[in-house]
């Protein structure tokens, strides 16, 4: 019998928009090398999560319903060791991450935090926003509405009234960047972080600036090393192990982050990530079992 006990919860269809079967595909790579480690790895859904079902006092999950990531966080606090962190996932909210990357000077772009059912001509001229994006400020991304962009500050105003018109509450208004789209994903802890150009058609690369050239991404040079240490402080600030996101380098190399998430789906290096995450998970519980003392 495996000494090593863990729950693995998958993520609710609803929260992998467009990517169920990859988000399924990192967490079974993990579980799978989890039990290769002599672990036994239990799976469970959300649903049976909320139900109660879960027991075991590991917990690795892809969570997202807002009732699962309570109970993630009740179970840390009562001892449990949970990775991705309740309360790390929670910080991904659009409203929570902004206000963390603000607060501990990441780079992120110019904003700002609104409700819903507010006028906000006046502040996007004041802020000189023209085109901006809108995006839900209260919950993890559920449907491409969620995120929207805008190409004037009148077409900003009647998205937001939708947002308001579909029960959201609260909105972040991004100022929209022009340059390089970038992905990344990164695994707290350890050396491991890979990037690439979303745009780009041909084979990814990873790492450096040897990315062919096309039409849609321009390669402009940047830091890597930079874009390594911003994006490992997101994750030391946010709270969250398994990460990923995505920045924009403008012309003059500038990185930002537009989008931080827990445990996305690594779909193109996910055979390598896989056994990084199970290691990076059993030293976790290493940690756990067996605290230092001063």
């Known amino acids: 019998m495996a000494e090593i006990k863990i729950a693995g919860v998958t993520r609710a269809g609803a929260f992998s928009p467009n990517h169920i079967s990859n988000d399924a595909a ?3 790579l993990v579980a799978d090398q989890l039990r290769k480690r002599g672990c036994e790895v239990n799976t469970y859904s959300e649903e049976q999560l909320i139900a109660g079902d879960v027991k075991e006092p590991i917990v690795m999950n892809m969570c997202r319903e807002q009732r699962s990531v309570k109970i993630l966080q009740m179970m840390e606090d009562n001892g449990a060791l949970v990775i991705n962190s309740g309360y790390g996932i929670e910080n991904c909210t659009r409203e929570r991450m902004t206000r963390i990357l603000v607060g501990h000077g990441i780079p992120y772009p110019e904003s700002l935090i609104v409700n ?3 006028g906000i001509r006046d502040q996007l001229a004041k802020a000189r926003f023209t085109q901006c994006w809108i995006k839900r400020g209260d919950f993890h991304t559920m449907h491409k509405e969620d995120v929207t962009f805008a190409r004037h500050p009148q077409e900003a105003q009647e998205l937001l009234q939708e947002y308001f018109m579909r ?36 084979p990814q690369r990873h790492g450096g600036n040897d990315v062919v050239r ?26 969250v192990t398994v990460y990923g996101g995505d920045c924009i380098v403008s012309a003059n190399g500038e990185i930002r982050i537009i989008d931080f998430n827990d ?15 199970a290691r990076r998970i059993m030293s976790m519980i290493k ?3 067996n605290p230092s003392h001063d």
């Open 263 to 277: 445990w996305p789906s690594f779909a193109p290096c996910r055979d390598e990530a896989a056994p990084i995450i």
């Open 287 to 289: 940690e756990h079992n």
């Open 116 to 118: 819903t059912d507010e």
């Open 26 to 28: 990192i967490f079974n």
């Open 214 to 239: 096309n039409d849609a991404t321009e390669t402009i040079p940047f830091d890597e090393e930079y874009l390594k240490h911003i994006c490992r402080k997101a994750a030391d600030e946010i709270d």
């Open 167 to 202: 029960g959201i509450k609260r909105a972040v208004i991004n100022r929209h960047l022009t340059g390089d789209l970038i992905k990344f994903y990164g695994i707290r802890g350890t050396d491991f972080f890979f990037w690439f150009y979303p745009l780009y058609d041909g």
